[in-house]
Structures are given as C-alpha cells and as structure tokens.
C-alpha cells in the first residue's frame, strides 16, 4: 500500500492539474492537498490502506507551476503546465529523471475542495486520458485529492 502511494505521489511528481469553471480565469490550485482515493488498472486502492498511510506521504502542494510531493522523506518538485480551454481541462507535467525529461499527461477538475487527476505517466501526447477512469487496459492512475485547510 505505501509503494503505491508513493508511486502515486511520485507519478504526480512526475505527471499533474483544473477545471472548466471559467476557461478564461481558472481557478487557483495552489495549497496543499491530501490523497483520499487511488485507483490503478480499474481497481481502487482500498480507503482503509490510504488512511494507514503516514498524511506526510499523501500530501501534495502545488504552488504556481510547481507541484511538490514528498518522495521517500524528501520534497520532490515537477513542473505543471494546466490548460483549462480543454474539456477536459488538462495537465502536462515535466521532470528530470536521471539527466533525461520525462513529460507525463493527464486531465483534472477541481469541484469545491476536491481535485481529481487522471494520468499517464511518461508516453506521448496521444496517450492523455479522455475521461476520469482506469482500466486493466490502461496506464493510468486516477487520484482524488482534498484540500486541506489552511491552519
């Protein structure tokens, strides 16, 4: 269960994020979020096994273009790129990787307090989901995030 958090955590650090609200003043995304749910390959990740997960390894701030993830006990940042003229509205995300870029692409709404992303980590262009959901089939990761509130 922890190495699929941290993959999730990881796959956003190296994929991620909005919403089609207002396509000409999108709304804000920075603060921090907490991953409720977790779905891979058409299954999700029981809540029970999320909620055992330490709230440092499910948080994921995002700040201007920078979407930061904790990463083994240290904070790792991607570059986001979000387009909501999309419908969906869409997210590239961009990272180093061993001296290589890795770019990874998705699609995400923000509905209230919940952000949900759906990604491909890594692959082409063409390889963007089309709607919020996985299958056997697919790459891609479907992750619903709160966010929390300011303290």
Avoid: H, W
Avoid at 31 to 51: F, H, N, R, T, W
């Amino acid at each position: 269960m922890r190495a699929m958090l941290g993959m999730a955590a990881v796959f956003l650090a190296a994929g991620g994020l909005a919403t089609a609200q207002d396509k000409k003043d999108p709304p804000k995304l920075d603060g921090s979020y907490l991953i409720v749910a977790l779905e891979m390959g058409g299954e999700k990740l029981p809540a029970d096994l999320i909620d055992k997960a330490p709230e440092a390894d499910r948080t994921i701030s995002i700040k201007g273009d920078k979407l930061i993830a904790n990463k083994s006990g240290k904070e790792d940042s991607i570059t986001i790129k979000l387009d909501p003229s999309k419908t969906p509205a869409q997210i590239t995300t961009t990272e180093n990787k061993n001296g290589k870029t890795e770019t990874s692409y998705g699609i995400y709404k923000l509905d209230g307090d919940t952000l949900v992303i759906c990604m491909v980590e890594g692959g082409k262009e063409a390889d963007r989901p089309k709607e919020f959901k996985t299958s056997k089939e697919s790459k891609a990761i479907l992750m619903t995030l709160k966010k929390k509130k300011d303290k």
